[in-house]
């Protein structure tokens, strides 16, 4: 671990490699406006005379759970100077050993990821029922379509049935999934998402059952002071529940395809200067399309009175998953990644930045008093103190955007020129909005019947030699951005085809890599498989050798797709050559997704460094004895070209083992 971390601090100081981030980076530090990466930098200068993060909290070994903490234990592993001063203890107060401990906080770091994306299920499912029931006139099943194949896929008759009332069992089969007494009974969302696999893990006791909130309950509550002090059971608990939040994620992608739309290809652009000077300019943030949708739809409307503010119209932008969600579905611009939402509001250019859920950085609050910048949170999860609240509800959803959009409109008056500041970077041009069902749709161009088949041949073949999905965040902790591009252009190199989504994917974004020129960095085959396929589907261009596939609760599509290969195949998910990197995890939801698609059967790499290295034998077991049990496992490297390379041994065993 001691060598993961000396690497972390490697790449990062290479610098930021992203010209605009670089640019805005020196434009704020000079107006002594600090970012998420001059926190970074204060760290590994001087930190209690450590030059970094504290080891304890490092090595997870930190346990403040308790008011007889905190207790804080030694590893061997810890650099000298940290030992000579430690009183190398080596169980806290209770009698937590390091094990224990480490596995502990794990726990609770999976569980906090797990209850995010649940929060995010619920939040939709609340607004799916009401529609499903004829409550709320604001929303509305977009795509009929979508409600029938997640009714039929959930073993739900959709003959003589009106679209409401298949909805509604829908919605019900979600409830009891989510909220229902818990059982032994698996997810009918699990079944309906792999159900060969899930079959699979029924002896490793890792099948996502149903009453997910007791589960959860019952994860916090192993890990309070004196309980299970059992490695095994407390990691057993994390990968238990990871495998469930892959299933929320399911849920929250189909509610959301069938009340918005399934995405299909959109060109946009991605980058700062999406923001334009002469308008006013809304920036939603968040997770959740409820909302972000509605501004969309409602801003046009607005343009008179934009005009009597002086500006020539209201232009919304997205940025982090909400952004995605109305990328995929709207084309609408994205101003950048998640990690670049502090820059964004430094530009001095956004009137309004409308938050919902997760991801959402504290010191926005902060940054935007510099500026004329209104903040507005809109659900009890992201309030911020100080900050502007309007409840977002979906009954009040058209009143709650309209009052978003005219607040925006009375800030635009205190907009100052003088204060503002774009990169001299043009925005990048990309193609976002794949799905299953569109993705299908181009191949159905190659074969109607079974549009499965062309894939298989192509994987068969070596066309393609097999699927790499680049999942999670952005870090500062290594050279943002290049880990995932580094990594995805070495895969495409060697003829791998990429699916991106969240943050990875607006990475690629940035670096060019989710369009059809970026097929210059693909290898051969993968160029012709992508040129002939963009020419089949009448786009007149390739493909991007990168698959912009959606925010990060749509890791579920790239789920469906493997199930649907590893049927076809006649394999199970952990036999296929397909391989997960969360190359730059930051959030503790990154943390539920790589462990998710290991517990899955994915072998699946993260690229900095977790917080286990106070507990060897918990290491062993996600990155070793996993692989036994799920047919997953965790591969934990720092340095991308040797973390594609690791991933594409795998992938080559795995042809191996399946004779092609
Ligand atoms: O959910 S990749 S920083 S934005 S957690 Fe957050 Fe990580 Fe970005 Fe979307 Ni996902």
Redesign the pocket.
């Known amino acids: 671990m001691q060598e993961g971390l000396h690497q972390e601090k490697e790449l990062r100081e290479k610098g930021v490699a992203d010209p605009q981030i670089h640019q805005m980076r020196e434009h704020l530090y000079n107006k002594n406006i600090t970012t998420i990466w001059d926190i970074q930098d204060a760290y590994d200068a001087d930190y209690f005379g450590l030059k970094d993060r504290c080891p304890f909290g490092s090595y997870g070994l930190c346990c403040r759970n308790c008011d007889m903490g905190p207790c804080r234990l030694l590893s061997e592993e810890m650099p000298e100077h940290v030992k000579a001063v430690s009183p190398g203890l080596n169980r806290s107060g209770c009698g937590k050993t390091k094990d224990s401990m480490v596995a502990s906080m794990y726990l609770q770091t999976v569980i906090r990821g797990v209850s995010s994306h649940i929060g995010h299920a619920f939040h939709i499912l609340r607004c799916f029922s009401k529609v499903a029931k004829g409550e709320i006139s604001s929303y509305s099943i977009k795509d009929e379509r979508k409600l029938k194949s997640v009714a039929l896929n959930l073993g739900i008759r959709v003959e003589g049935k009106g679209k409401l009332e298949i909805a509604e069992e829908i919605s019900e089969a979600a409830w009891d999934d989510l909220s229902g007494r818990q059982n032994e009974k698996p997810m009918r969302f699990a079944m309906a998402l792999a159900p060969k696999n899930i079959e699979k893990l029924k002896d490793a006791k890792l099948v996502p059952t149903q009453g997910v909130a007791e589960s959860i309950i019952q994860g916090v509550h192993s890990t309070a002071q004196g309980n299970t002090n059992s490695l095994f059971g407390l990691l057993h608990h994390s990968l238990f529940l990871a495998a469930l939040d892959i299933v929320s994620l399911y849920i929250s992608t189909e509610l959301q395809d069938i009340l918005f739309g399934s995405p299909s290809p959109k060109t946009s652009e991605i980058g700062l200067n999406v923001l334009k000077k002469d308008m006013v300019n809304i920036v939603v943030h968040g997770?959740l399309p409820l909302l972000s949708e509605k501004v969309v739809e409602l801003a046009p409307g607005f343009k008179k009175d934009a005009e009597a503010a002086g500006a020539k119209g209201v232009n919304v932008v997205g940025i982090?998953?909400s952004g995605?969600e109305i990328l995929m579905r709207q084309g609408v611009p994205l101003a950048g990644?998640?990690?670049m939402q502090e820059l964004v509001i430094g530009t001095g250019l956004v009137e309004a930045i409308c938050v919902d859920v997760?991801?959402i950085y504290p010191s926005l609050s902060a940054i935007k008093k510099e500026f004329h910048t209104k903040l507005i949170t809109t659900m009890p999860e992201g309030r911020m103190e100080g900050e502007q609240f309007i409840h977002f509800k979906e009954e009040e959803a058209n009143e709650a955007a309209v009052k978003i959009i005219q607040e925006a409109i009375s800030a635009y008056r205190n907009r100052n020129i003088n204060k503002s500041f774009l990169p001299s970077t043009a925005p990048q041009t990309l193609v976002a909005g794949f799905s299953v069902e569109s993705f299908m749709d181009i191949l159905s161009k190659l074969d109607s019947k079974n549009p499965l088949f062309p894939l298989i041949d192509l994987i068969k073949s070596g066309g393609i030699k097999g699927v790499a999905l680049l999942?999670?965040?952005?870090s500062p902790k290594v050279q943002t951005d290049m880990s995932h591009v580094s990594i995805a252009k070495e895969m495409i190199k060697n003829n791998v085809l990429v699916l991106a989504t969240?943050?990875?994917a607006t990475a690629c974004g940035r670096h060019g890599l989710l369009n059809s020129q970026a097929s210059k960095y693909a290898g051969l085959s993968l160029r012709k498989v992508l040129e002939t396929l963009g020419e089949k589907a009448g786009l007149g261009m390739s493909l991007p050798p990168v698959l912009h596939f959606g925010?990060?609760?749509d890791n579920s599509r790239a789920v469906i797709l493997a199930s649907a290969l590893a049927d076809a195949l006649g394999a199970s998910l952990d036999q296929l050559p397909i391989v997960v990197s969360a190359a730059e995890q930051?959030?503790e939801?990154?943390t539920a997704i790589y462990l998710g698609a290991a517990a899955l059967g994915f072998t699946t790499h993260i690229g900095v460094v977790p917080k286990l290295g106070g507990s060897p034998f918990a290491v062993k077991v996600l990155t070793e004895d996993l692989e036994k049990i799920s047919g997953g496992k965790i591969i934990i490297e720092v340095d991308p070209l040797g973390a594609a390379r690791k991933m594409l041994e795998v992938i080559y065993s795995k042809r191996k083992n399946l004779g092609i």
């Open positions: 997770h982090c998953c995605n990644s998640t990690i997760q991801c999942v999670g965040c952005l969240g943050c990875a925010s990060c609760v930051a959030v939801k990154a």
